[in-house]
């Protein structure tokens, strides 16, 4: 196993402010608040198990890459925790079908994107998807209400779709933002999900809204996106900004800055079916809150590398996460 210790630092570090917040909130007394950590004493985070969630059974799915993976392990295990009899179905595939699952009754609930939603769910253009998160959120909330489903505030961390290549053939080509590629991407391979030729913030977006036709595109599997820059296979690839190699290895990767907005960031949703979330009862929406509160940009990013980058299972990963920052002993 590959060990990154500035990632490990990044880590500690993050969760040892949690602790140190805590303690300065609560002034070296006895009572501790909702949320919150205190050094040597968790109890401000744990989750409860609940005996009245006892026989409460719940299916928690994911889309098919290593950021849903540990999500949904996140929720999965903090569920879990709480009481309820969980199972995962954590490789579902695209958005399309992780949501025809829920629709269908088949997983009770699964992390989402608020900008994937709001595009691929809903048809809201790009541009008219709102940066701001809690805005983002409460019109796809309003969205999930009309198909009876019910969605929970979002993540502190968003993420996004990016054009992605290496910086030695960005700085050869002398390009810096998408439309740069304007005159060039005819020449050029394009390596992307299978579901980027219909997504409106992937290869559909870059052709109608950047008007770029590419010399090809390949589907690829989500996990090689890095693979075929680094084998010269690809000369740009669909990444997320939240990938850990862009956060190992920063100078070796050029995103390309998406300067007409065609590729929204996001923030995590955890959508449930409200049949689902009524039988579940309080715990259920108090569980998925909690467990995220600690979510932010860095930490996700290296949850990512551990899994990606260290080669630790997801579920592994999740749960270190959840001891980390007292959610689970």
């Given amino acids: 196993m590959t060990t990154h210790p500035r990632l490990r630092a990044l ?165 810096k933002t998408i439309s740069d590629l304007q005159g060039k991407s005819q020449d050029l391979t394009l390596y992307g999900s299978p579901e980027c030729r219909q997504r409106i913030d992937c290869l559909a977006g870059l052709e109608k809204y950047y008007g770029l036709k590419f010399k090809s595109f390949t589907p690829v599997d989500i996990g090689l996106r890095y693979d075929v820059l680094d084998k010269g296979q690809a000369d740009l690839s669909i990444l997320f900004t939240t990938d850990a190699q862009l956060f190992v290895n920063p100078d070796k990767y050029t995103i390309l800055e998406d300067d007409k907005h065609v590729l929204p960031a996001g923030n995590v949703i955890f959508i449930a079916s409200t049949q689902a979330a009524d039988q579940a009862g309080p715990d259920f929406a108090a569980t998925i809150q909690k467990v995220q509160q600690n979510l932010t940009l860095p930490v996700m990013q290296e949850l990512n590398s551990r899994v990606d980058v260290d080669k630790e299972k997801p579920e592994q990963a999740a749960q270190e996460y959840l001891k980390q920052f007292g959610y689970i002993q």
């Fill in 11 to 175: 880590f500690a570090l993050l969760a040892a402010l949690t602790l140190g917040l805590t303690i300065a909130a609560c002034g070296g007394g006895s009572d501790t608040t909702s949320g919150s950590t205190a050094a040597g004493n968790t109890s401000g985070n744990l989750i409860q198990s609940n005996p009245d969630n006892n026989g409460v059974q719940l299916t928690i799915g994911s889309k098919n890459f290593t950021e849903q993976y540990i999500l949904g392990e996140i929720y999965a295990q903090a569920l879990q925790a709480a009481g309820y009899d969980v199972k995962t179905q954590l490789n579902l595939g695209s958005e399309q079908v992780a949501f025809k699952a829920l629709q269908d009754g088949k997983i009770s609930g699964y992390p989402e994107y608020t900008s994937t939603a709001l595009t691929a769910f809903f048809h809201t253009p790009p541009e008219q998807v709102p940066g701001d998160a809690q805005k983002a959120y409460e019109q796809s909330k309003g969205d999930f209400a009309k198909d009876n489903l019910v969605a929970y505030p979002p993540t502190p961390f968003s993420s996004a779709n990016a054009v992605g290549m290496l910086t030695s053939e960005a700085q050869q080509l002398g390009v």
